[in-house]
């Protein structure tokens, strides 16, 4: 099992730049996919980014590509999510998700969460 915590986010500007941080427990983090996700008010909650066990590999939604890229460091059990280029529709709570084996971008299929943390973007 693995528990999950997310920080770095905040109120800024279009246009403004975030990184997000999850940090992961357990001795076993490299055994886990990892994802972001986010849940704008009023809608579901959307995939964003995820990253392979080892890092290699990456997926990014259409929304975001281009502006958002996701990391892992398995030494120190982190992932992070670079946000560059911002924009009003990017507001939302994004969560951290980890599920073991490989990436999914199904929020469905990540039985771990952690308590999301918010970004607001003004435009």
């Known amino acids: 099992q693995v528990q999950l915590m997310e920080s770095g986010g905040g109120l800024v500007q279009a246009g403004d730049s975030l990184r997000l941080s999850c940090a992961a427990s357990?001795?076993?983090?490299?055994?886990?996919?990892m994802a972001w996700f986010r849940q704008a008010p009023g809608k579901e909650r959307e995939f964003v980014a995820a990253?392979?066990?080892?890092?290699?590999?990456?997926y990014y939604a259409n929304s975001v590509k281009g502006r958002f890229t996701i990391s892992r460091d398995n030494a120190k059990n982190m992932v992070y999510v670079q946000m560059n280029s911002l924009k009003p529709e990017d507001t939302a709570i994004y969560y951290c998700?980890?599920?073991?084996?490989?990436?999914?971008?199904?929020?469905?299929?990540?039985?771990?969460w952690g308590q999301g943390t918010q970004v607001i973007v003004s435009s």
């Open positions: 357990g001795r076993t983090f490299n055994d886990y996919a």
């Open positions: 998700g980890a599920r073991q084996g490989v990436l999914v971008m199904t929020n469905s299929r990540y039985p771990y």
């Open positions: 990253i392979s066990r080892s890092g290699r590999n990456r």
